[in-house]
Every structure is written in C-alpha cells, then in structure tokens.
C-alpha cells in the first residue's frame, strides 16, 4: 500500500518561508520521478516542481523558479519544498505526488500516487 504524507504547511506573511516534507511508505523514492503541485479550491491542480528518479534533474514552473527549491533525501524516503519569499498568490494545498518508471513528469495525469495535501496561506 502506497502512502504520501505532506506536512509543513501553514500560515505565513508575504515575504516568508515554509518548508514542505512529503514522506513516502509503499514505494521507493529512487524508481519513481517525485513532484509537487498546488491547487485552489475551484481551479485545476498546477504543476510547480519536479525531480528524476534519479535525483539529478529539476524542472521547475515559471513562477516557482528563484524562490522554490526541491530536494530529496532517499534515505528516509522523503521529498522536501523550501518555498521562499512567498506571496499571496501562492497560497494553495500544495501535493505531492509519485510517478511510477517515470523519469520526470510535469502532468497531473502523469502521476500514479498522490499525498493529502498540506494548505499554505499567505497573508499581505
């Protein structure tokens, strides 16, 4: 049984920082290709950041590049997003999702497990 669990979330003022952990039960972290989405109450889910199965490549969405950055630790099988110099607009339920014998992957569709979401708020 296949498990994400995002935590880290919160409520900030512009300008700060949070860091998500998504930690994983079920699967190992080195086979799949890991990502983060967000999404607000109405709107589809949006793409944010992804890394390979391998750990060495990043891609990341237009706004998210400069102020996020994902990393990994294979060790415990989690995936973390520092999320720095936030704004309004990122305000969301940010998720985390697994894509198995994927080696990126920048689709929703794409993705075959995905964690309950843990809620960012960010006040001006």
């Known amino acids: 049984h296949v498990q994400l669990v ?5 409520s900030v003022q512009a300008g700060g920082s949070l860091r998500l952990s998504c930690t994983g039960s079920g699967l190992i ?3 799949h290709a890991m990502g983060w989405f967000r999404q607000v109450s109405g709107n589809e ?16 969405a237009d ?16 995936v973390y997003l520092q999320m720095n ?3 309004p607009a990122d305000t969301a339920g940010y ?6 014998d994927k080696m990126l992957e920048v689709n929703v569709a ?4 995905w964690g ?8 001006s």
């Open 6 to 10: 995002e935590s880290g979330g919160g």
């Open 29 to 31: 972290f080195s086979g």
């Open 45 to 60: 889910r949006e793409f944010v950041v992804a890394i390979t199965r391998i750990g060495g490549g990043v891609y990341y």
């Open 63 to 78: 706004f998210a590049k400069d102020r996020f950055t994902i990393s990994g630790d294979i060790s415990n099988n989690t």
């Open 85 to 87: 110099n936030l704004n």
């Open 95 to 100: 998720y985390c999702a697994a894509a198995r």
């Open 110 to 113: 794409g993705y075959d497990y």
């Open 116 to 123: 309950q979401g843990t809620q960012v708020t960010v006040s």
